[in-house]
């Protein structure tokens, strides 16, 4: 599928939990094309690109929304969150931390750096399952981004 077509980057490295949220979102029609990065680097090659990549196809074909883990291999998700809301190109996208950490300095920390929502993994998997439902529902059908 071709990248312009891509809804959703979920950065998650847990396999498990990668598995529930395609399922969760699939079963509810909520994404055409979901793109899935094991660890913060290959996000940012995602959302990026190479070094030979046309600044103007962020833009265009960057995600709708961001699902972001922070305890990532590579690069962790806070850096992640800091260079796409550092950056002019992809400040407006959203960005969900979906985590299992329930630490106040993560928590503070994602809200500094500019992260649109946090939310702590529930471990019952028809509760993560509905979560993941719902945000996808928000930010793929109710929630008005700017034009690009």
Do not use: C
Not at 79 to 105: H, Q
């Amino acid at each position: 599928m071709e990248k312009s077509a891509m809804h959703i980057l979920l950065v998650e490295d847990n396999p498990h939990d990668v598995e529930l949220a395609l399922h969760a979102l699939r079963r509810h029609n909520l994404a055409n094309h979901i793109e899935v990065a094991r660890d913060g680097a290959e996000a940012l090659e995602f959302i990026f690109g190479g070094p030979d990549a046309d600044p103007k196809d962020i833009l265009v074909n960057g995600p709708r929304v961001i699902l972001l883990d922070l305890k990532l291999p590579k690069v962790d998700g806070l850096e992640v969150l800091r260079r796409v809301k550092g950056d002019p190109r992809t400040r407006a996208i959203p960005v969900v931390v979906l985590t299992s950490s329930r630490e106040e300095r993560d928590v503070v920390a994602s809200y500094r750096l500019g992260v649109n929502s946090y939310i702590v993994k529930p471990v019952d998997f028809e509760q993560f399952s509905e979560a993941v439902r719902q945000l996808g529902l928000y930010w793929l059908l109710l929630n008005q981004p700017p034009a690009p």
